[in-house]
């Protein structure tokens, strides 16, 4: 593999996805927040002691206004930023040549990770106008030796578990002894 495919892939790969992500994050923090005022209501409720009442009627008050605000401020982010981030071209371009990167540096452990990796390779490459094959040859990704009696399955890639990426989509994996039992049948 060249230098150039050894650079590190960066963390906020699909930034699209990881904000919203981060966003549902926030509701739940929101609506815990939420359940964490009930409780305190009703347990202010119990104690005789009129300080303590007051004590955690004033808490759940101000926890429930900071849980107003945290809503009021993620749905207003989360509308600015999926607004701008959802056609975002250079956005997309480097999502893609992200996961570009993964795939020219999997590690050849699961191929189920790189079939997930290629996938959204797919899903990039058409929010940019672009195919798979125009960014990627199946012989640029990392491979076991492919026996000679698979590969005309087609096989394209093998991990070292023996598991396979086939199909002319890349989007098949099967062991190599269901690839030989399929070739017999």
């Given at each position: ?8 892939v960066?963390?906020?790969?699909n930034?699209?996805?990881d904000l919203?992500h981060a ?5 739940k923090v929101?609506s815990?927040l939420?359940?964490?005022?009930r409780?305190?209501e009703e347990?202010?409720?119990l ?5 303590v009442r007051?004590?955690?009627?004033d ?6 206004g ?5 809503e009021k401020w993620?749905t207003t982010?989360?509308n ?7 056609n975002n071209h ?6 893609t040549?992200?996961t ?15 079939a997930?990796?290629i996938?959204?390779l797919?899903?990039?490459?058409a929010?940019i106008?672009?195919t798979l ?12 030796p492919i ?5 005309k399955?087609?096989?394209?890639v093998?991990?070292?578990?023996g598991?396979c990426?086939c199909g002319?989509g890349?989007?098949?994996i099967?062991?190599?002894?269901e690839?030989?039992d399929r070739m017999e049948?």
């Open positions: 593999m060249t230098d150039e495919f050894k650079k590190p960066f963390f906020s790969a930034l699209h996805d919203s966003f549902e994050d926030l509701e929101h815990m939420e359940q964490i005022v409780n305190m347990t202010a409720d104690p005789e002691n009129e300080a007051v004590y955690l009627r808490t759940a008050d101000l926890v429930l900071q849980a107003d605000a945290l993620t982010y989360e600015a930023v999926c607004e701008q981030l959802e250079l956005v997309y371009e480097r999502d040549y992200q570009l990167t993964r795939i020219l540096q999997w590690d050849m452990v699961d191929v189920r990770q790189l997930r990796w996938r959204e797919k899903e990039l490459t929010h106008g672009l094959p125009y960014l990627l040859h199946v012989r640029q990704i990392p491979t076991e026996p000679e009696d698979v590969a399955y087609p096989v394209f093998l991990d070292r578990q598991y990426l002319m890349l989007d098949e099967r062991s190599l002894d690839v030989r049948n």
